[in-house]
């Protein structure tokens, strides 16, 4: 901007001036004609007044003859030759001899040469010293007695012109001066603020909405710096109310719960949210800017996007989509982005994970499947053995005895089965206590051995506790451990045939307890291993129910000792047996 400022003042400077320096050399050039006109019209009155005085005098010999020459050219101030007819130098006055006679002899000569072209006129000389001469000839009675030369030395005027320049150069020098002054004040107070204004705007242009220019006057220089500053000032806010409203949109984009895509109007993936990457394995990197049929490995939701793009309308399916070794449920949503003007733009794709809602809705119908098949079988029997009593078999008292106990099974089954809903329900409920003491929990298992003893003693299996003497020790709910382990050792004894074993081990470290309940039975199929956890879930659901199983032990099983922040994880090998592992924390606050 300096230089700007510096080109501006030196280009005013110049043509100011070439102005004055015009103007100098045309009043020069006028003042020099006029001063030449004025001499020579001075010359031709001189040579005329010389002219009639010397005829009003008695002619040239009589002039000559007298004493007046000196007087007249003391009193004209010039200096004049008079010449004869034939040329002949009758008088001079020597004046103009005295640096060049030579000069002026042969400018007499010229004359003399020229006389033919009229009775008068100019001879200009212009050397060291500039000479006019003016002549014109002496007549009487109407004869040329001789002729009249008037010359000048033009020095007078030369020292006026001088002055003249001496008087522009100065003229020229104290505008310059006063212009570069001006010129200074001028930049100061226009061009600066314009400066100003223009390194603002660059910066503005360069996104630096925070700058700002001087606002120090109230003409129109400081009303352009006063509406560029309120420019400025609205283009910041503008940018900060984008940078929010652009940050709100990637937070919410990066953190919604869907997966969201979107592609342009050629077909480029240009955006991708965190959760569509961790759903999909994907970086970044492997899909922007790309075809989206060459980054999306899904056909569904391929042939999803060409319907969007053929059709223009929004596409809501849900897909169940293979991804590593799992599948999963999405409902896919499509939609058209469209411009104000129709302008299509691209399409937008979000991918809603709904496979826990898938899960809980199969939980749902499977729990309502199971609670009614559950409690048709032993109502249908309470039913059934009911109406045979009613319909004349109390009279038999062996039936009666039979039938009655079956009753009696069925019931317990029913109470069972509902006590165990009570138990899941209340355990999975959030204001779910625990009555936290310190357990030793070899004593606790071998209570829990000892009440299943007689189970295992029916089917000849042998059920053994390996524990170290000394006590282990953990905090938690003594009841809801035991009923861990009960369930546990139950469907181990339940599942292990005639002369099976059924092996406990404990063994703790720094922080855990680990309890072992290891099997010899049927073993679970690794396909089924998942589903284990699940309500009315049964590996062999025969033996499950002649045993009087409800299928909802290991989900309670699961959610006790979840709710002692432990783990509880499988391990089963068809026809070899199965292993379930326990592990406890040693410090579990209420």
């Not at 809980?360 to 009593?389: C, M, W, Y």
Request: glycine share 8%; hydrophobic share 40%.
């Amino acid at each position: 901007m300096t230089k700007f400022r510096t080109k501006l003042l030196l280009t005013l400077i110049s043509m100011i001036t070439v102005v004055l320096i015009a103007a100098g050399l045309l009043l020069g050039q006028l003042f020099k004609s006029h001063y030449v006109d004025f001499f020579n019209e001075r010359a031709h009155r001189e040579t005329l007044f010389i002219s009639n005085y010397i005829k009003e005098n008695g002619g040239v010999d009589n002039f000559l003859r007298g004493g007046s020459k000196t007087e007249l050219t003391a009193l004209l101030g010039s200096h004049f030759t008079i010449l004869s007819e034939n040329g002949t130098v009758l008088y001079d006055s020597h004046a103009n001899r005295k640096n060049k006679p030579g000069n002026h002899a042969a400018i007499l000569r010229q004359i003399m040469e020229n006389k033919g072209s009229g009775k008068q006129g100019y001879e200009v000389v212009q050397d060291s010293a500039d000479l006019h001469y003016y002549w014109k000839a002496i007549e009487r009675d109407n004869r040329v007695e001789g002729y009249i030369v008037l010359s000048n030395e033009m020095d007078v005027m030369q020292k006026a012109q001088r002055q003249m320049w001496w008087i522009l150069i100065g003229s020229i020098g104290a505008s310059l001066i006063a212009i570069i002054i001006i010129g200074s004040r001028i930049a100061i107070r226009y061009i600066r603020p314009i400066e100003s204004a223009a390194t603002t705007a660059i910066e503005l242009a360069k996104g630096n909405y925070r700058a700002r220019t001087y606002e120090d006057r109230s003409d129109v220089a400081g009303g352009l710096s006063t509406s560029l500053n309120i420019l400025a000032r609205n283009l910041q806010e503008m940018e900060i109310a984008r940078e929010m409203q652009q940050d709100r949109l990637e937070t919410l984009i990066e953190n919604i719960g869907s997966g969201v895509m979107l592609i342009d109007n050629k077909g480029y993936v240009t955006l991708i949210n965190r959760e569509y990457k961790e759903l999909f394995h994907v970086g970044a990197s492997d899909i922007l800017y790309r075809l989206y049929y060459e980054v999306i490995g899904h056909k569904e939701i391929i042939h999803i996007i060409e319907e969007i793009f053929m059709i223009e309308q929004s596409i809501k399916r849900q897909l169940l989509i293979p991804l590593a070794i799992e599948r999963k449920h999405f409902e896919v949503y499509g939609a058209p982005i469209i411009g104000n003007h129709d302008e299509w733009k691209g399409i937008l794709v979000v991918l809603h994970d709904i496979t826990e809602l898938k899960k809980l809705e199969q939980v749902r119908k499977d729990f309502v499947a199971n609670v009614s098949h559950e409690l048709k079988t032993p109502i249908t029997s309470i039913k059934g053995f009911s109406e045979t009593l009613l319909d004349g078999a109390m009279q038999d008292e062996e039936a009666l005895q039979h039938f009655l106990s079956i009753i009696l099974k069925e019931s317990d089954r029913m109470q069972a089965l509902i006590q165990e809903l009570l138990d899941l329900s209340k355990i999975e409920q959030q204001e779910f206590v625990l009555n936290i003491e310190s357990l030793n929990l070899p004593q606790l298992l071998q209570e829990t051995c000892t009440i299943l003893q007689g189970k295992a003693d029916e089917k000849n299996i042998s059920l053994t506790l390996h524990a170290p003497k000394n006590p282990i020790t953990i905090n938690g709910d003594s009841y809801r451990v035991k009923q861990i382990f009960i369930n546990l050792i139950t469907n181990a004894l339940n599942y292990t045939g005639q002369g099976g074993s059924v092996d406990i081990s404990v063994a703790e470290d720094r922080h855990s307890v680990k309890a072992v309940v290891r099997d010899t039975g049927i073993g679970i199929e690794k396909e089924e291993l998942p589903r284990i956890f699940e309500r009315f879930y049964r590996v062999d659901k025969a033996r499950s129910r002649n045993s009087g199983g409800t299928g909802l032990g290991l989900a309670i099983v699961k959610h006790i000792v979840e709710a002692h922040k432990g783990r509880i994880s499988v391990e089963s090998q068809p026809g070899k047996g199965t292993t379930f592992t326990v592990i406890f924390n040693k410090n579990v606050k209420e």
